[in-house]
C-alpha cells in the first residue's frame, strides 16, 4: 500500500530524525488495533534525498512481518529511487534491533547492491522514539558482513525469493499487473547497464524480451556507457 504523502513530507532528508519525524506521522495515522503488529514500510529517495515514496509491505504479527525482496525492491526500481531507507514498527515499545532484523537487513543490503539500490538506513520505531541501524553503527558493521554476498552462482536463492513474491501476486489475479511490473524493473535495470541475461534471470523475462525494450534515447547512451566501461575495468 503506497502512503500520500503531504507536501511537507515530500522533502529532502538530511538525517535520521528527518526520516523519523516522516514515519511518526504515519504510523500515528494507523488504526490503534494496527499498531500493534509489526509494519514493515519503504522509503525511497532521489539522488538528492528528496523521499519519493512510502510503501506499507508488509503486516504482520505483534513479534514478526515477513519480507521478500521482490516486494522491497519492486517499487524503488519502478519510480527510479536511488537509494531506500527500511523501516518498521515492534509494538512492545523495545527498540533494540533481534537478530532476526539484523539477518533481513543484512540480506537486503546484498540485494541492493546487486540492483544497485542501496539501503541508507533502517529505522526500528515507536510511537515516541527510534533506533537508527546507521547512527548506531550497526549499517556500516552489515554493509562488511560476507554471510549473504550474492556472486553469480548464488543467484538461485534470490531469484527463488522474487520468484516466489511473482506466484503469490499471480495467485492474486493480478499477473498482468506483474508483468508490466516485471517489465518496469527490466528498463530500470537496463537503464543502470546491468546485463541482459542477469536481468532476465532476476525479472523471468525472456533475454528476448528484455533486448527488445527500449529506453529513451539519453538513458539507453548512458547505459551503453556503463557497460563500456565495466568491460574496460574487467
Same mark, same amino acid.
Given at each position: 500500500?503506497?502512503? &500520500?504523502?503531504?507536501?511537507?513530507?515530500?522533502? %529532502?532528508?538530511?538525517? +535520521?530524525?528527518?526520516?523519523?519525524?516522516?514515519?511518526?506521522?504515519?504510523?500515528?495515522?494507523?488504526?490503534? @488495533?494496527?499498531?500493534?503488529?509489526?509494519?514493515?514500510?519503504?522509503?525511497?529517495?532521489?539522488?538528492?534525498?528528496?523521499?519519493?515514496?512510502?510503501? /506499507?509491505?508488509?503486516?504482520?504479527?505483534?513479534? %514478526?512481518?515477513?519480507?521478500?525482496?521482490?516486494?522491497?525492491?519492486?517499487?524503488? /526500481?519502478?519510480?527510479?529511487?536511488? %537509494? @531506500?531507507?527500511?523501516?518498521?514498527?515492534?509494538?512492545?515499545?523495545?527498540?533494540?534491533?533481534?537478530? *532476526?532484523?539484523?539477518?533481513?537487513?543484512?540480506?537486503?543490503?546484498?540485494?541492493?547492491?546487486?540492483?544497485?539500490?542501496?539501503?541508507?538506513?533502517?529505522?526500528? @520505531?515507536?510511537?515516541?522514539?527510534?533506533?537508527?541501524?546507521?547512527?548506531?553503527? /550497526?549499517? *556500516?558493521?552489515?554493509? *562488511? +558482513?560476507?554471510?549473504?554476498?550474492?556472486?553469480?552462482?548464488?543467484?538461485? &536463492?534470490?531469484? $527463488?525469493?522474487?520468484?516466489?513474491?511473482?506466484?503469490?501476486?499471480?495467485? %492474486?489475479?493480478?499477473?498482468?499487473?506483474?508483468?508490466?511490473? #516485471?517489465?518496469?524493473?527490466?528498463?530500470?535495470? $537496463?537503464?543502470?547497464?546491468?546485463?541482459?541475461?542477469? @536481468?532476465? *534471470?532476476?525479472?523471468?523475462? +525472456?533475454?528476448?524480451?528484455?533486448?527488445? /525494450?527500449?529506453?529513451?534515447?539519453?538513458?539507453? #547512451?548512458?547505459?551503453?556507457?556503463?557497460?563500456?566501461? +565495466?568491460?574496460? $575495468?574487467?
Amino acid at each position: 500500500m503506497t502512503i &500520500r504523502l503531504t507536501k511537507q513530507q515530500r522533502t %529532502r532528508i538530511l538525517n +535520521s530524525t528527518d526520516l523519523y519525524t516522516v514515519m511518526q506521522a504515519i504510523f500515528r495515522r494507523e488504526q490503534k @488495533i494496527d499498531r500493534n503488529r509489526e509494519h514493515f514500510w519503504i522509503m525511497g529517495l532521489a539522488n538528492d534525498h528528496t523521499l519519493l515514496f512510502v510503501e /506499507l509491505i508488509g503486516l504482520g504479527s505483534i513479534r %514478526r512481518v515477513g519480507v521478500e525482496p521482490m516486494d522491497v525492491y519492486s517499487l524503488a /526500481l519502478q519510480k527510479r529511487a536511488v %537509494r @531506500i531507507v527500511l523501516v518498521h514498527n515492534h509494538p512492545s515499545g523495545k527498540l533494540v534491533p533481534s537478530e *532476526e532484523d539484523k539477518d533481513l537487513t543484512d540480506y537486503l543490503i546484498q540485494v541492493g547492491v546487486f540492483v544497485n539500490v542501496p539501503v541508507l538506513d533502517h529505522l526500528i @520505531i515507536s510511537e515516541t522514539a527510534y533506533f537508527s541501524f546507521a547512527d548506531g553503527g /550497526l549499517l *556500516e558493521q552489515l554493509q *562488511e +558482513s560476507r554471510k549473504h554476498v550474492l556472486p553469480y552462482q548464488e543467484r538461485s &536463492r534470490l531469484l $527463488k525469493d522474487i520468484r516466489t513474491s511473482e506466484a503469490r501476486g499471480e495467485a %492474486r489475479g493480478l499477473e498482468a499487473g506483474e508483468a508490466k511490473k #516485471a517489465n518496469a524493473i527490466a528498463l530500470a535495470m $537496463k537503464a543502470k547497464g546491468i546485463e541482459v541475461g542477469v @536481468i532476465a *534471470e532476476v525479472t523471468g523475462l +525472456s533475454v528476448a524480451k528484455v533486448k527488445g /525494450l527500449k529506453l529513451p534515447k539519453a538513458k539507453a #547512451a548512458g547505459s551503453k556507457a556503463k557497460a563500456k566501461g +565495466s568491460k574496460s $575495468k574487467t
